[in-house]
């Protein structure tokens, strides 16, 4: 089983700069790829940015060129830094990481970006 425990949401105004984090714990050996989601009030959940254990990054058109995900120490912490954030990137931002032969998803709680204009 893997855990994963986000961090660093919060309010920002447009233009502002956060930088999400997110901690795995448990079978982390199992780790295929983790990701960033992110979902807005009365929206479907969406993909922001992915990372895969060999380092191949994927992001959402919306946010290239702004955010930058990254992953230092491999399968342990996944970084999201995100610059010249704009009222529609407010959101709950839920980490994401796919595990085993069938890459079974896997969740945090989520942490809330507000952005003011």
């Known amino acids: 089983q893997v855990q994963l425990v986000e961090s660093g949401g919060g309010l920002v105004q447009a233009g502002g700069s956060l930088r999400l984090s997110c901690v795995a714990s448990?079978?982390?050996?199992?780790?295929?790829?983790m990701g960033w989601y992110r979902q807005a009030p009365g929206k479907q959940r969406e993909l922001v940015a992915s990372?895969?254990?060999?380092?191949?990054?994927k992001y959402a058109d919306s946010v290239k060129g702004r955010f930058t995900i990254s992953s230092p120490n491999a399968k342990n912490t996944v970084y999201l830094q995100m610059n010249s954030l704009k009222a529609e990137d407010t959101a709950v931002y839920y980490c994401?990481?796919?595990?085993?032969?069938?890459?079974?998803?896997?969740w945090g709680q989520g942490t809330l970006v507000t952005v003011s204009s």
């Open positions: 990372i895969t254990s060999g380092g191949s990054t």
């Open positions: 448990g079978s982390i050996f199992s780790i295929n790829a």
């Open positions: 994401n990481a796919a595990t085993g032969l069938t890459y079974l998803e896997v």
